[in-house]
């Protein structure tokens, strides 16, 4: 009826409390039942303390599954669901008989569940934001996907679109459902271009995948979600691990599909815990509705207005300005983050491979108005830095970069980048994954899309691994930040045969912010506190966030096109003959 699960051990009664009564006690009068034995742990848990604790083992955190309504609640503002599953109708399009007909499989669901079928729609709120929710019941058998679940699906989408509000579907399913044969399997196609189409208006599409979600549920609208949500240790994937290991004879690694594991393979956005689960789906809507295509009001700032004229920096060894930007305890892209905007929610992954901790990203708050903030992630101690890989991004990682400029193009939302690494990673792997192919997207697709984009490099601007996040409208820096074609080192063993001219090579190619400048690669030079970023922190964050308030104040009221346009031109002039004169002056300045 279902592909197989890991849970299959304790899916119907995972939630069913256990008799408190001794063996002696009259069958004809049992008594009130207290106790649910955890399948994780196997700790007996009061129900009461149970249901207080959201459905969560307070011994070791297990979540159990929840009925559909009693989800519904937890989720929702109270009394605002309004449903309209009494519309659907059970069908038994092939008459189907297994150990007992179908159709007798459906009374018994229905009387189990008091539900028609095996999925809820209608509308509702989370914290006053009206949606269009969905939400299937594992109850009914198995929470399958029959046609009249893809049709709860299918309207709830349809409406969303017509309300043009924010959809979220909770899954919860063992699959296709058999009995309905390919009528069933045609209901992935159904609900899939139903979301398809709210992809291309622009409507909001939050998918929460609790456990388990799997076979065609899986691989169709519920993993489309413009976000991925999920709970821990809720169990996601296509095939059953059962089916997994009979197929290839091999013993699947811990954890194997769980939400954590589908996490760190970059396969969902969040995994949150049940008691913080509502506030972050309020979170993610409060920023969507600080994004509906207004533009917003920008917050005052007070830190120093971005540098214009490169003469006003006092003139200093380019090799010692590389040494400042490398410092090992400059600010990073979180930091700055946690400094510059009003409010933040990260978001994981590329959907395809992996979680890249060298790239972070997510929605965030500046002032009233909504941004997606990007950036290259350093550490500061050895082991920060080699959890973020020294900031030096595989593929996966740009493609992470990509997916939250995408998304944030989709709903309008300016892009804010900061870039800073010394390159992108250079191994076997990241080759063998596209690390081309990731970057060469990136730079062309940012070049395109319809919305403000401004960068700061704010601290090494290192090859095409930088420049992968750097086509902007506006491109600044940090003052004692660098920017190159390629490392000093790398330049002086290629070109002077001798990496001890590193220096000499740094001063070769203008890459501080005053020569880039001149250069008109940046349009400003973000000051840094005497000493540099890493002695001020704060300092520097002020600085920066003027200079992003100023850059989006310039941006927000030019038309897309417009945009399009002029960032065309801007990165189009670079190599023509126009260019030769400023070359020229800025050989006779360090003359």
């Known amino acids: 009826m279902m592909r197989s699960s890991l849970h299959e051990r304790n899916t119907a009664d995972s939630m069913r409390p256990l008799a408190s009564e001794s063996a002696t006690a009259p069958k004809t009068a049992p008594q009130e039942v207290h106790w649910t034995r955890c399948p994780s742990c196997d700790a007996f848990v009061y129900h009461k303390r149970l249901k207080r604790n959201l459905g ?31 519309e659907l109708s059970a069908l038994d399009p092939l008459v189907f008989a297994d150990s007992k007909p179908y159709a007798t499989r459906l009374v018994e669901a229905q009387g189990k569940t008091g539900n028609q079928e095996g999925a809820l729609y209608g509308t509702a709120t989370i ?3 009206q949606i269009v929710v969905a939400a299937m019941d594992f109850a009914f058998i198995g929470g399958s996907m029959g046609s009249g679940v893809g049709e709860a699906i299918t309207r709830a989408a349809e409406l969303a679109l017509e309300l043009r509000k924010p959809l979220l579907v909770i899954s919860a399913s063992g699959g296709a459902r058999m009995q309905e044969g390919c009528v069933s399997l045609m209901q992935l196609a159904k609900t899939s271009q139903a979301i398809g189409r709210l992809h291309e208006e622009g409507v909001l599409f939050i998918s929460l995948l609790t456990d388990p979600t799997y076979g065609g549920v899986s691989a169709s609208f519920a993993t489309l979600g413009d976000l991925l949500v999920s709970e821990p240790g809720s169990y996601i994937g296509f095939a059953g691990p059962k089916v997994i290991e009979q197929t290839i004879r091999q013993k699947l690694p811990e954890r194997f599909q769980t ?20 506030v972050s789906l309020r979170k993610i809507l409060d920023l969507h509705a600080a994004a509906d295509g207004r533009v917003a009001s920008l917050p005052d700032t007070d830190g120093d207005p971005p540098i214009t004229d490169p003469a006003r920096l006092t003139a200093r060894d380019p090799w010692e300005i590389v040494q400042l930007a490398r410092h090992v305890d400059r600010p990073n892209t979180l930091e700055y983050v946690s400094h510059v905007f009003d409010d933040f929610q990260e978001l994981y992954g590329d959907r395809l491979f992996h979680q890249d901790a060298a790239i972070v990203g997510g929605l965030a708050r500046l002032g009233g108005q909504t941004v997606m903030v990007v950036g290259h992630q350093k550490g500061h101690t050895t082991q920060e830095m080699m959890e973020r890989n020294f900031g030096m991004p595989n593929p996966e990682g740009y493609r992470k970069a990509l997916r939250l400029m995408r998304y944030a193009a989709k709903f309008g939302m300016p892009i804010v980048t ?3 690494t010394p390159g992108a990673y250079p191994g076997l792997g990241a080759e063998e994954r596209g690390q081309s192919i990731a970057i060469a997207q990136s730079i062309m697709e940012m070049s395109r899309f319809r919305v403000p984009i401004v960068v700061v490099v704010t601290g090494e601007g290192g090859s095409g691994g930088a420049l992968a996040l750097a086509v902007g409208d506006r491109v600044l820096v940090l003052e004692n930040s660098y920017y190159s074609v390629i490392s000093p080192e790398g330049c002086s063993t290629i070109l002077f045969k001798d990496a001890a001219q590193a220096p000499r090579a740094a001063a070769a190619l203008r890459v501080t912010a005053p020569d ?18 890493h002695v001020d922190h704060v300092a520097a964050a002020r600085n920066l966030k003027t200079a992003i308030v100023s850059s989006l104040g310039e941006l927000l009221d030019v038309p897309p096109e417009e945009l399009v346009a002029k960032r065309y031109d801007r990165f189009r002039m670079f190599g023509t003959p126009d260019v030769q004169p400023i070359l020229s002056r800025l050989e006779s300045d360090h003359e």
């Open 56 to 86: 969560v083992c307070p011994e070791c955190n297990h979540h159990f599954r929840l009925p559909v309504r009693e989800r519904l609640a937890q989720l929702l503002d109270e009394g605002s669901f309004s449903d309209r599953s009494h």
């Open 516 to 533: 880039l400048l001149r250069l008109k690669i940046m349009d400003a030079i973000v000051a840094e506190p005497e000493g540099g970023a």
């Open 259 to 278: 939400a954590g594991f589908l996490l760190e393979h970059g396969q969902l956005d969040l995994v949150e815990a049940r008691e913080t689960l509502r």
């Open 418 to 420: 900061l870039v800073d």
């Open 127 to 129: 914290g006053t934001h």
